[in-house]
T-cell receptor
Framework: NAGVTQTPKFQVLKTGQSMTLQCAQD?????MYWYRQDPGMGLRLIYY???????DKGEVPNGYNVSRLNKREFSLRLESAAPSQTSVYFC?????????????FGSGTRLTVV | KQEVTQIPAALSVPEGENLVLNCSFT??????LQWFRQDPGKGLTSLLL?????REQTSGRLNASLDKSSGRSTLYIAASQPGDSATYLC???????????FGTGTRLTIIP
């Protein structure tokens, strides 16, 4: 099925461990995003990529790095996980549709840091 | 910096009732506003998009309104059904910027 695929769906890390969240889309969208969702705070933008080879910081980038490997893939890396990074992470992509943009979201990765 | 708030955080209503979800934003210079639905364990699905020049949009039992000057949007759901139970999020974009700024969400439960 066409869409945004995130792996893994669940992960438990110990404080200080590192990991990479993977995201891939097969819709030929130019822009991709990483958001985190915490209770009572909605989704907050971590990083954004407008095209292959470009990335920009969002609202909450500290503690994260990203890599836009190619047009399809946008990965999020936690170098040294902290309990404050316990959250649900969503990857999304977008494409221009007339004067607006259409967005497609992945189903999320639930990360717990203990 | 745009801040988007949704009140209440949770809402339970009996099946069949009409209901209104609220969204407020601090910066009225928006390009558009969208309402999304989020089901547990799934991604977000776009429900309605309102351009800054529009006052409302309708899709089936859903009607979204926008009052830019007061920084408010509402999502009206008519004749609610148990299948409407989900979290509803509003999000804005600004001119020249495709990034979404999300509200805090309202978790809706329709009681059969």
């Amino acid at each position: 099925n066409a869409g945004v695929t995130q792996t893994p769906k669940f992960q438990v890390l110990k404080t200080g461990q590192s990991m990479t969240l993977q995201c891939a889309q097969d819709m030929n969208h130019n822009s991709m995003y990483w958001y985190r969702q915490d209770p009572g705070m909605g989704l907050r933008l971590i990083y954004y990529s407008a095209s292959e080879g470009t990335t920009d910081k969002g609202e909450v980038p500290n503690g994260y790095n990203v890599s836009r490997l190619n047009k399809r893939e946008f990965s999020l890396r936690l170098e040294s996980a902290a309990p404050s990074q316990t959250s649900v992470y969503f990857c999304a992509s977008s494409v221009r549709q007339g004067f607006n943009y259409g967005y497609t979201f992945g189903s999320g990765t639930r990360l717990t840091v203990v | 910096k745009q801040e988007v708030t949704q009140i209440p955080a949770a809402l339970s209503v009996p099946e069949g009732e009409n209901l209104v979800l609220n969204c407020s934003f601090t910066d009225s210079a928006i390009y558009n506003l969208q309402w999304f639905r989020q089901d547990p364990g799934k991604g977000l699905t776009s429900l309605l998009l309102i351009q800054s020049s529009q006052r409302e949009q309708t899709s089936g039992r859903l009607n979204a309104s926008l009052d830019k000057s007061s920084g408010r949007s509402t999502l009206y759901i008519a004749a609610s059904q148990p299948g409407d139970s989900a979290t509803y999020l509003c999000a804005t974009t600004n001119f020249g910027n495709e990034k979404l700024t999300f509200g805090t969400g309202t978790r809706l439960t329709i009681i059969p």
